[in-house]
Structures are given as C-alpha cells and as structure tokens.
C-alpha cells in the first residue's frame, strides 16, 4: 500500500480523460484555429464571469502573463510572503519582465485587504516604485489550502480601485475554494481584473492552465504568450483534458477536503499539537512535526520509507495533498503510517 501526499500535481490522467484527449477536434492554435482550445477559454472566461480567456502550458506562465499586463518594468507589485508567484515562480517577475515585488507577512496565507493596502504606494512620481498590481492566492497552497474571505477580497477591489492598482487572483486552487464554500466561481472572479485557474492541480489534467480577463487584455496577453515561448500548435489534445476535467472533476472535490479532515482530526486526536484542526479548510493538511521532535526533511524521509509520500514546506512543518488518486484505503495507511511515526518520534524510527 502507498500514498502520495506529495501534491495534488501527481494525478494521471484516466481512461476517459485519455479518450477525449484521442479524439479532440485540433487545429493550429497560434493561428488561433483550434477549436477545442477556443472551447475551453469561453468556457473558463464564462466560469469566472469574464469575457475571454487564454489557455497556457502551466500556471506560473499564467500568473506572469497576468502580472506582465498589469505592471509595466520597473513597478511593483504586492502579495504575502508565502504566495506562489512570489515564492516558487523562481523570480519570474522580475527575470522576465522587470518588476520588482514587495510583500506582507501572513497568518497562514489568510489575505487581508489591510495588508494590501498597508503596502500600496501610488502617486508618487519619480520618487518611489510605484504599486500597480496586488496579488491573491485561494486557496492559498502554501498556507494550507487556505480560503480567502470574499469580503476582504471585495474591500481590497474598492481600495485599489480608489488608487488605480489592478488585482490578479491565482486561481491554481479556485476550484477548491468553490466546492468547500459554495460561492460561485463568478464571485470569486469578477473581483479581479485578470484571474489564473489550473486544470493540472486538482482537477486532474495533465497539463494546462488558463487565465481570463477582458477581450482586450486578453488579446496582449495572446502576444506575450508568444513571447514566452508559450505559442503552441494543436494544443486541443490538451484542452480536451481541461474540457473533461471541468465536466467530471469539479463536484468530486469535496471528496478530498472530506478525506484531507478526517486525516487531519485522526492526527490531531492521537498526537496533539500536530495539526490545527481550525486550519484544515480544504485539500490540503500541514502537519507540525517538530512537536514530535522531527525535522521536516527527516520525517518525509521516514515516510516515504514507509510508503507515504509527503512535503516539507518549513524546517519542522510537512504537507499532505488530497488528490484524485488518494482513496479511502490510501487514507487510512497514511493516518497509520504518519500517526505512528509522530508517535514514535525520530529517534525511534532510526534506531528501527
Ligand atoms: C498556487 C499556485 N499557483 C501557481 C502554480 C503554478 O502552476 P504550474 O506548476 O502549472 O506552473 C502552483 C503550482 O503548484 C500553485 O500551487
């Protein structure tokens, strides 16, 4: 028996998804004629209530694109220390397009229209970096699946609303934050001037994200797609993946946040003090470690060992992720393997 907890990145793509992928409908799509890709970005555009969308190979280049049509070289842009586009897009931002970044320090990834605004910078002339963008993650991956509140997020659109700066939500994990709340992604997504979702996180496909935003922005964002390197051909085996995704894996969801909680009450129960139970919001459960003793890297080494797979995000903090390939069974063998191993502390998994 195995569990990969590692992220909800891993999954394959199933019979089904495969057979779509076999039998789309391809075209050109840098002509812009492949039916099958147009299919998916009016379909995720009308999702989260915009008027376009562009499908991209990953969801970092979706998040620089919208980045890039925002803020122009030597602005800035705002978000929390732990969010994506800031912490694991390699400096994309700044590589690739020449903006600089700042950031506030949160509560788990939790976002606070206070924070944004307490960074924002506008009107300043030739003096200071001027802000022109504020970045949201929901669900916050590295904050542990973390829900943003609507109601900050719709301050946060009035205040920077009232200074100029735009708003672009990465979306990886939006899906996620829709089936645990019942919001409507069009809720979520008419907040922002430029969203990013991903089809390859929890959704399942293979590969693929797409950002949607205004015809117009929509347009630019076609041209720098291009430039990035990110122009592909008959893209529409992809898309097709997305398209079966968005009918059969969306629902599904709350299967993982259901077993991601029952995980999470069952370590909470037998070690206390390794999770917060008041974190577990949806896929994804941080595990404190430390109070077992262990170090992060050396506790998914333990694991791994034992057949589960897991993540170190802080020196004595480890991840698990939900996912489509993670049943019941494989449920249950992590809480046995995870439970035990916090219960017998590094040393006597070493000694074992
Ligand atoms: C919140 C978030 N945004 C963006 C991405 C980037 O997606 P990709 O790996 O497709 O570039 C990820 C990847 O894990 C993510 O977790």
New binding site residues.
């Given amino acids: 028996m195995r569990a990969d907890l590692l ?1 909800d ?1 891993v999954t394959r793509p199933g019979v089904a998804m495969r057979e779509a992928m076999a039998t789309a409908v391809v075209g050109d799509d840098v002509f812009g004629e492949d039916p099958t890709v147009r299919e998916l970005e009016d379909r995720v555009a009308g999702l989260l209530g915009h008027e376009a969308g562009l499908f991209t190979p ?4 979706a ?1 620089q694109l919208g980045v890039r049509l925002h803020v122009k070289p030597g602005e800035e842009l705002v978000g929390d220390s732990l969010a ?1 586009v800031l912490r ?1 897009e390699l400096g994309a931002a700044a590589i690739l397009s020449g903006i600089s970044s700042r950031t506030w320090v949160s509560q788990r990834g939790r976002f606070r229209a206070d924070d944004a605004a307490s960074l924002m910078i506008t009107g300043v002339g030739p003096y200071q970096v001027c802000t022109a963008l504020v970045i949201v ?1 929901n669900t916050h ?1 590295f904050g542990g699946g973390t829900i943003q509140p609507l109601e900050e997020i719709q301050r946060a659109r009035q205040l920077t609303r009232e200074r100029g700066v735009a708003m672009h939500l ?1 979306g ?2 939006l899906w996620n934050a829709h089936v645990a709340t019942g919001v409507p992604l069009d809720a979520y997504g008419r907040e922002f001037d430029t969203v990013s979702v ?1 089809l ?2 929890g959704l399942g496909a293979p590969v693929g ?1 797409v950002l949607v935003g205004s015809r117009e922005a929509m347009a630019e964002a076609r041209v720098w797609r291009k430039r990035f390197g990110g122009g592909m051909r008959q893209a529409g085996i992809l898309a097709a993946a997305g398209l079966w995704a968005l009918d059969h894996h969306i629902d599904r969801l709350s299967l993982d946040h259901g077993r991601a909680r029952r995980a999470a009450e069952a370590m909470a129960a037998a070690v206390p003090g390794s999770v917060d139970l008041s974190t577990v919001e949806t896929n994804i459960v941080i595990v404190d470690v430390a109070v077992a003793g262990w170090s992060g890297a050396d506790f998914v080494a333990a694991a791994l060992a034992r057949g589960v797979r897991t993540y170190a995000v802080g020196p004595g903090a480890v991840r698990l992720v939900w996912h489509l390939e993670v049943d019941d069974d494989a449920t249950d063998h992590a809480v046995e393997v995870l439970t035990a191993l916090l219960a017998e502390g590094p040393a006597a998994s070493v000694s074992a």
């Fill in positions: 992220s990145t990953t969801g970092s280049m998040n994506h694991a993650e991956n990465d990886a994990r991903c390859s996180k994200s």
